[in-house]
Each structure stands twice: as structure tokens, then as C-alpha cells.
């Protein structure tokens, strides 16, 4: 599976927008980008998922680089709710398993 | 919908001790997994069934480790003897079919603690 490589933690004040990196070089032209989060004591949640396009659903906002080296998950205002662990994970088109890294761990101040 | 069920919530067991998990995917899902967290790493895959086939059981430890799915439905997932460093929390996953347009709905996981 490729990799993807994201900070270990990142803070934000509450009600300011939010944007998680990830970057995954070695992206083979089938694989979609899926981001997950997990909130304390819960198990991971689906936030959005692309392949070449932004998208947007009612959680989040996925922006996706032109040569699809990197991608930033956009939170448009985050809530103290949003504080989680975020895993950015590459999946071919076959359905192949999630391979999940460390994530990222947001902290969202009030 | 309703959500996938595991239980227990918690267990604390000591070490050589046999333990086991269950869980209710959501109804309908043909593929469920079972994945194993250790605090402050990401899940790991341990084993994947198509309705009560194994797909992938590749990082599973079988010597200690077993998992079923009678019938297709729900799953246990068997720890026996249990070591320190099965201290993990289990997460249960489930999907409709194995396809990039689905991903995964989890259940809350049990927290086991082997002493």
C-alpha cells in the first residue's frame, strides 16, 4: 500500500478553519485519498474521501494537488467536538483493505 | 441505521488467561474486520471475512489468536493465552462489498488489559 506522511499534532483555536496536510508522493493513478478521524474512546469515523477533484460534504472539505503528490483536509470551523486523531489513507480502486498510520492528533482550543 | 455493536466495553484479564470478543456488524454488510490498536499507533488489520469466509487473516498471530463469523453475521474474535502485549483496544469494522466507493463503519471497540 503507499504511504502517506501527515504531522504528528496540530492545534487550533475554536471557530477558525483548520487545514490537515498529508502528503502521499508515491500515489499510483487509482488510488483515492480517504480521510478518517477518531474521537476519544470511539472508533475511526469516515470524513470524506476523493480522487483527482476537491470535494466538499457537510463535515469537511477535501482539497487535492494538481499532481495529486498531497492533499489538505479543510475543517471550515472547528468546534471542540473536532478534536481527534485524523488518518489519511491511500486506497487502490480494488477495495483493498485500510492500512491506517499514526494520524494526526488535532487539539482544538476554546 | 444501527450501528456496529461490540462487546464487552472493557476487560481486564491476567496474562495466560483466554478472553473473547464479539461483535454485530450493521445488517447486510458482507465484509467485517477486526483491527487491533495499541495506545498511540493507528488500527491494525488482524483478519477480514466475506460473510463467513476469510479473505485475509495475514497478520493475525494464530497461535493465540482465533476469529469466526458463523453464519455470516456477527463474529468472535478469541485471544487464548493472552500476553501483556495484547493490551489493545479491539475495534470491529463492517462494510457493504469490498469496494473503493465504501469505506468502513466501526464499532466503539473493547479496551482489554492484560495484567
Known amino acids: 500500500d503507499a504511504k502517506t506522511t501527515q504531522p504528528n499534532s496540530m492545534e487550533s483555536n475554536e471557530e477558525e478553519p483548520v487545514h490537515l496536510p498529508c502528503n502521499h508522493s508515491?500515489?499510483?493513478?487509482?488510488?483515492?485519498i480517504h480521510w478518517y478521524r477518531q474521537l476519544p474512546s470511539q472508533g475511526p469515523e469516515y470524513v470524506i474521501h476523493?480522487?483527482?477533484s476537491n470535494v466538499n460534504n457537510r463535515m469537511a472539505s477535501l482539497a487535492i494537488a494538481e499532481d495529486r503528490k498531497s492533499s489538505t483536509l479543510i475543517l471550515h470551523r472547528a468546534t471542540l467536538r473536532d478534536a481527534a486523531v485524523y488518518y489519511c489513507?491511500?486506497?487502490?480502486?480494488?477495495?483493498?483493505?485500510?492500512?491506517f498510520g499514526p494520524g494526526t492528533r488535532l487539539s482544538v482550543l476554546p | 441505521e444501527a450501528g456496529v455493536a461490540q462487546s464487552p466495553r472493557y476487560k481486564i484479564i491476567e496474562k495466560r488467561q483466554s478472553v473473547a470478543f464479539w461483535c454485530n456488524p450493521i445488517?447486510?454488510?458482507?465484509?467485517l474486520y477486526w483491527y487491533q490498536q495499541i495506545l498511540g499507533q493507528g488500527p491494525k488489520l488482524l483478519i477480514q471475512?466475506?460473510?463467513?469466509?476469510?479473505?485475509?487473516d495475514s497478520q493475525l498471530p494464530k497461535d493465540r489468536f482465533s476469529a469466526e463469523r458463523l453464519k455470516g453475521v456477527d463474529s468472535t474474535l478469541k485471544i487464548q493465552p493472552a500476553k501483556l502485549e495484547d493490551s489493545a483496544v479491539y475495534l470491529c469494522?463492517?462494510?457493504?462489498?469490498?469496494?473503493?466507493?465504501?469505506?468502513?463503519?466501526f464499532g466503539s471497540g473493547t479496551r482489554l488489559t492484560v495484567v
Open positions: 469494522a463492517s462494510s457493504p462489498v469490498r469496494t473503493v466507493n465504501y469505506g468502513y463503519t
Open positions: 508515491t500515489i499510483s493513478g487509482t488510488d483515492y
Open positions: 476523493g480522487l483527482t
Open positions: 489513507i491511500l486506497r487502490g480502486n480494488y477495495g483493498q483493505n485500510f492500512v
Open positions: 445488517s447486510g454488510h458482507a465484509t
Open positions: 471475512f466475506q460473510n463467513n469466509g476469510v479473505v485475509d
